[in-house]
């Protein structure tokens, strides 16, 4: 049995990859296995290392002002930050868990604002996340997956980030729970050219894995840019992550869906309904019957403002 590409004929390693492929396994890693524990004890060794350095130095008399001591302002990442590289480029360069990565540096964060900021159309937009290269997810993922449907509807949908069949398409909601959402948006009469899709962020985290905590802060200027520029009469955020990301609240999806809410973009306040993600329909099929309800309610208010 052959151990290394290099052995392998074009045609064998095409099978290969296919048969990979066809078993669901779509995201290579590393070449040879990582003892993330080794990994693991090595950076608490350091931390302990730089903690018992830093009392060394608090406990000796102070020369000049600590630019990281309390009292820097706080970034609205920086719960979750571990660390910065200068560049601002994630030093993780492999797929890893969301806990194990690098956060990047606060310009990195000022870079996305800016950016997003100075986007005046949503083509604009686009170009300017095909250009920022500060979010680790961009370097795994094949495509940006940018958005879907009429950017003029009246209705735009937020989901979560794209998986593997819309990586592959570039298109956001294309594999099963893509198509569940179609046969959502039809039970009310609406379809793509009626509705507006993208995701809180554009690049699939490898593996299907939840965005991390800075990966969906260093989107979040986009998406809420994205929602300014397409101006819609209503927002639907389909799952947890859109939900308590753009709503700005900790309460889980099951006790938010259904409810109208606001959602702020710049001046205007957009009705929003935060909603079950159709990926966990597909898990929790008896739970449609929730969306039903939510989905009726979503009619009636497109109706509201269409003047019907
Ligand atoms: N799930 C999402 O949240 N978005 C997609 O585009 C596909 C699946």
Known sequence: MAHSASDMTPQALASLLGFYA???VDALCEENAIDRFAQSEEMAQSRRQNASRKAQEQSAPRRSADPAAPGTRPSPAAA??????????????APAQASQLTVPGEAVFNDARALAAAANSIEELRAALEGFTGC????????LVFAD???DADVMFIGEAPGREEDLQGTPFVGRAGQLLDRMLAAIGLDRDKAYIT???????PGNRTPAPHEIELCRPFIERHVTLAAPKIVVMLGNVASKSLLNTDKG???LRGGWMEYISGETAI?????LHPA??????????????DLLSLQKRFEEVNGN
């Open 271 to 275: 009705p929003a309904m935060p909603t």
């Open 253 to 255: 999806i099951l006790s």
């Open 136 to 143: 680790n997810l961009r370097h795994s993922a094949k495509s």
């Open 280 to 293: 966990y329909l597909l898990r929790n099929p008896a739970q449609k019957r929730l969306v039903w309800a």
């Open 199 to 205: 995701n809180m962020i554009p690049w699939r985290p």
């Open 80 to 93: 979750t930050r571990q660390g910065a590289s200068a560049s601002g480029t994630p030093a993780t360069a």
């Open 22 to 24: 066809d078993s669901g």
């Open 149 to 151: 449907g009429n950017p």
